[in-house]
């Protein structure tokens, strides 16, 4: 099961992949919104998690691009902040709110992997 | 007598008198007398010899004076009672003056009848007459006893030149001498009477016989004819003028019967004469004479008698005139007048009236009236630019030849002029019911094709058309609905623009329409077309007026007008329902009591700004007597002299907006907060993930105390992440807050908000609500679910019709373990519409994220719909085929129903 980390903060991401590696995950990681197509279209992985603040091209828009070259790629939103109210973000299939503890990340992983 | 006899007899004279006075003193009284009578017949013979009357008294005069030995001498004649000096010899001019009978020494011997002698001498009285003399005898001139005049002798001399007395003998031989020349002075008279008498005779005839050459000339050269007849009517002469005018020479007609009365006047002319018979002169016969050529001409003729001498009627004079041409231009001015005064009148009607049926009736009446052009039949055509065509819009005339019959005798017993009628039709009620009205409103020519109707208005042209058989772009609609035979069609062009044409025919009096006619209609049709053109004009202006009332009128914004002194002119519904008065009870008062109830102008006032400065005022006012805020805009109205009159005010209760903006103000501070918390969020939680994350690894493989040390990071660091977690929910609003809400209200809402886009479309949204359903929903969002499923219906369908239901039904639960069911209830919410369908292969897809069949569409409508229903515990499902429209229902949970 490969999974893609996208983040622009290469401490989350060292510590995303740890995290999920040790979870039993193949995990491939992208540094920001560009890496991130990139990536997906060479490791075609079979989850996303998504960070939304990035500089270069934002994860909505990260979001927008891999569900229409992948409409069935479950992708994570995984951000800071609470974005809920922006309909956008409604289309992702889940929603994580970044915490130290990664409990909820990896449920909702599994809940995600369990449905496909 | 010639002038040396004259002077031989005066020679004569003298030596007889220079005998005569020798013989007074030397010889015997027969002697004196034998003497006397010879020298009374050397002076008779003398006197008689001559024939004019003047010299003769001359003569006497003087020849007396000689013999008498006197200084002067005086004859007068009685005129008309007085005496006149008629001759006179040796007498200054001043006794000369006439005198009275009875007056002076004359006067005397005629009012006596006796000789008289004078001498100053011997005399009181001295008449201012006689003054100079000092003797004198004075004898009257006897005719009989009929007295003709006197004859004096003045200051008798002797020959040493010294006055002496008259004496006896000089009496008796003056006495003698003047009843020879009384007599010889009769005669005389009467010669010279004969002798005048004769003078005038041939001095009269002369005259006599020029004029009768002027009349001779007159008559010849006279441009009347001049004829006579005799009392049978036998021409007895007939002058050039006779010749030319009727043709027949003067050969030819005199001898004869009037060659140029024409048979049928013949017994007309012998009445005439029998007029003249009895001495009655006729003038101005207006009647008609024959000419050689056998045509017939307008003559004006006198008739009067001839008499002869004896006044005894012998013959006719006839002078005639040819008045042909006169009677023609007669005709013709009348017809013209007649013609002109009608156009004006009608004219001037027409631009009186204010309805466009009334002004084409008035026209056509005035073109088919007897009185007014007289064709039997007209219709006014008006271009429809945007159907291109020309189309009849009314007709007036007879239905058939019976109807013509009867309409033209009943006009002519009621003798209607045209003026009464034309007020008829602008008073009275308008039918419209004629078969030929009828038949007219039917015509619709395409101006496309080609007949004479479409090129009277293409080529701007009338048309007259003399057979409808002969002219192969007659109008074949004209043909078959009208029967016209003939017919004559001229544009109607009001600012070079042709606005249609006028169509006349005359089907009953099969009077051909002539070039005349063609022009007295051209001449109308201007009028016709201006005033057709005035009143679209008209009817333009009061319908725009009619529009900016209604709008001024149905505005909600308060609308009113204010004059300089701030008296309200004119307010709008509006007005009158904020300020909760009638209009009558507002217009005329001041604005600040009305609106502002102030007993002087609100410094605040636009109104009292504009007035200031004349300039446009817009601004935002809080009026407290008002009650709220509004959007006040004041704009200047000026009169045609750039005077300002007043002011336009529009204001607008802006209260409710200021509120909502002053909410906007407050959400956009909130999305700023949020923005912020976002970045804080951003900057803060990444480090602590990191190190709380990191922390956490390190404390599962490290031991004891360094364990214990890797606990506290991580336990600090989910204490910081707890606090950012509520500081960030405090500036957030609660997504998941729900409340109930009656559905009527949310598709109320909905539809508002859709309404005008989904007309914009031709569709109809319709609503079915079952007013009982509440739903537990947050709003927001779950409208936000709506709205997409009804503008996607909308997108999908085109004039047709998009349906909302709502409606609760029943449902079970699965079986529990003992086969019940528990009962709940769902609300259904339905979206349908009429629209295009989805195809089969895409129903799978519509929920998935940026699938959209749209070229500009996001493809998360759905998704985002989808996604708002589950997060209310709810479901949607699609129904849906090709071009048989779409079905969408949500179902969700009610009250008391599974959850």
Request: charged share 30%.
């Amino acid at each position: 099961m490969k999974i893609l980390v996208v983040d622009d903060e290469k401490n989350i991401l060292k510590l995303y992949k740890a995290e999920l590696e040790d979870e039993g995950y193949n995990v491939v990681t992208a540094n920001s919104g560009k890496e991130a197509l990139e990536v997906f279209r060479a490791e075609e992985p079979d989850v996303v998690t998504l960070d939304i603040m990035m500089p270069d091209i934002d994860g909505i828009q990260v979001l927008r691009q891999l569900k229409q070259e992948k409409p069935q790629i479950p992708v994570i939103m995984l951000t800071a902040y609470d974005y809920r109210d922006d309909f956008s973000v409604w289309v992702s299939d889940a929603y994580v709110v970044k915490s130290s503890d990664l409990v909820t990340l990896k449920a909702t992983i599994k809940q995600i992997i369990e449905k496909k | 007598m010639n002038e040396q006899e004259q002077r031989h007899d005066h020679d004569a004279a003298l030596k007889a008198g220079a005998y005569a006075s020798d013989a007074v003193s030397h010889r015997s009284t027969d002697a004196e007398q034998l003497r006397r009578l010879k020298v009374l017949h050397t002076i008779t013979t003398s006197i008689l010899s001559i024939t004019d009357f003047h010299e003769l008294l001359n003569n006497i005069s003087m020849e007396s004076v000689k013999f008498f030995n006197a200084s002067g001498s005086i004859l007068r004649l009685l005129e008309e009672g007085n005496l006149k000096v008629e001759a006179c010899w040796g007498l200054c001019d001043d006794i000369k003056a006439e005198l009275q009978i009875g007056e002076g020494i004359c006067g005397q011997a005629a009012l006596e009848g006796k000789t008289i002698f004078y001498n100053r001498s011997e005399t009181d009285y001295v008449h201012p007459a006689t003054e100079s003399i000092e003797v004198g005898i004075c004898t009257p001139l006897k005719i009989g006893d009929t007295l003709i005049g006197t004859f004096g002798l003045y200051d008798k001399m002797t020959v040493e030149g010294k006055t002496i007395p008259f004496g006896e003998e000089d009496r008796i031989t003056l006495e003698g001498f003047a009843s020879v020349a009384a007599i010889v002075i009769e005669k005389s008279m009467l010669y010279e009477k004969a002798l005048r008498q004769e003078r005038e005779a041939v001095s009269a005839k002369r005259q006599v016989e020029e004029l009768k050459d002027y009349l001779q000339g007159l008559i010849e050269n006279s441009p009347d004819a001049i004829v006579t007849t005799d009392l049978d009517g036998i021409v007895t002469s007939w002058n050039d003028a006779s010749e030319k005018m009727f043709g027949f020479s003067r050969n030819e007609s005199i001898g004869k019967f009037l060659p140029n009365v024409p048979h049928f006047l013949i017994d007309t002319e012998k009445s005439y004469i029998e007029q003249i018979k009895r001495g009655e002169t006729l003038k101005d016969l207006e009647t008609v004479r024959k000419t050689k050529d056998g045509n017939i001409i307008d003559v004006n003729i006198n008739m009067a008698p001839i008499k002869n001498s004896s006044g005894k009627i012998i013959g006719i004079s006839r002078i005639g005139r040819d008045v042909t041409e006169r009677k023609r231009i007669e005709k013709d001015l009348l017809r013209k007048n007649n013609e002109l005064s009608r156009l004006l009148f009608i004219s001037s009607t027409m631009r009186g009236t204010l309805e466009l049926d009334r002004l084409l009736r008035m026209v056509l009446t005035a073109v088919t009236m007897g009185d007014g052009l007289g064709f039997n039949r007209s219709m006014l055509l008006l271009v429809d630019e945007g159907r291109n065509v020309i189309r009849g819009a009314m007709g007036v005339g007879p239905a058939n030849h019976d109807e013509a019959w009867e309409i033209w005798s009943r006009l002519s017993m009621e003798n209607k002029d045209i003026n009464t009628i034309m007020q008829e039709i602008e008073l009275g009620p308008l039918s419209k019911d004629s078969l030929i009205d009828r038949l007219c409103c039917g015509i619709d020519v395409n101006l496309d094709d080609d007949t004479v109707l479409t090129r009277a208005v293409k080529e701007k042209k009338p048309f007259n058309v003399t057979d409808v058989r002969t002219e192969p772009l007659s109008d074949p609609v004209l043909i078959q609905q009208l029967g016209t035979m003939a017919y004559a069609v001229l544009p109607l062009i009001s600012r070079n623009k042709v606005i249609g044409v006028l169509w006349v025919d005359n089907l009953y009096s099969r009077k051909p329409i002539t070039d005349h006619d063609m022009n007295i209609l051209k001449g109308f049709t201007d009028q016709i077309a201006s005033a057709i053109e005035n009143l679209r004009l008209f009817e333009h202006v009061t319908q725009a007026e009619q529009e900016l009332e209604n709008i001024f009128e149905s505005i909600s914004d308060l609308m009113y007008i204010n004059g300089r002194d701030y008296s309200i002119k004119k307010i709008n519904r509006a007005v009158a329902e904020k300020i909760g008065k009638s209009p009558d009870e507002i217009i005329r008062r001041k604005c600040y009591e009305i609106f502002h109830g102030m007993d002087s102008p609100w410094e605040l006032c636009p109104h009292h700004k504009t007035i200031a400065t004349n300039q446009p005022f817009v601004g935002e006012v809080d009026d407290p007597n008002l009650g709220g805020t509004f959007l006040i805009s004041s704009s200047p109205l000026f009169d045609k002299n750039g005077e300002l009159t007043g002011t336009v005010h529009i204001a607008r209760d802006v209260s409710e907006i200021k509120k909502l903006k002053e909410k906007v103000a407050s959400v956009e501070r909130m999305a700023a907060l949020g923005e912020m918390a976002a970045k804080v969020a951003h900057e803060i939680r990444n480090p602590l993930l990191s190190i709380g994350g990191f922390a956490r690894r390190l404390e599962k493989r490290l031991d004891s105390d360094l364990r214990e040390h890797a606990k506290i990071i991580v336990d600090e660091v989910r204490r910081l992440e707890g606090i950012l977690n509520n500081t960030l929910s405090f500036v957030k609003s609660s997504v998941t807050e729900r409340r109930e809400v009656a559905a009527a209200d949310l598709i109320n809402d909905i539809s508002t908000l859709l309404e005008p886009t989904v007309n914009d479309r031709g569709n109809v949204l319709s609503r079915e609500v079952d007013h009982s359903v509440t739903l537990l929903i947050n709003y927001d969002r779950f409208k936000e679910a709506i709205l997409n499923l009804v503008g996607n219906a909308n997108h999908a369908t085109e004039n047709g019709l998009i349906t909302i239901q709502v409606y609760s039904e029943s449902v079970f639960s699965e079986p529990d373990l003992l086969g019940h069911r528990a009962e709940g209830k769902e609300a259904v919410i339905e979206i349908k519409d009429t629209g295009h369908g989805i195809r089969e292969e895409d129903l799978n897809r519509i929920w998935d994220p940026f699938f959209t069949t749209r070229p500009t569409g996001t493809g998360l409508g759905l998704s985002i719909t989808k996604r708002i229903i589950e997060e209310h515990a709810g479901r949607i499902e699609v129904e849906s085929k090709v071009g048989g429209g779409t079905v969408f229902r949500i179902y969700l949970p009610l009250k008391g129903g599974p959850a």
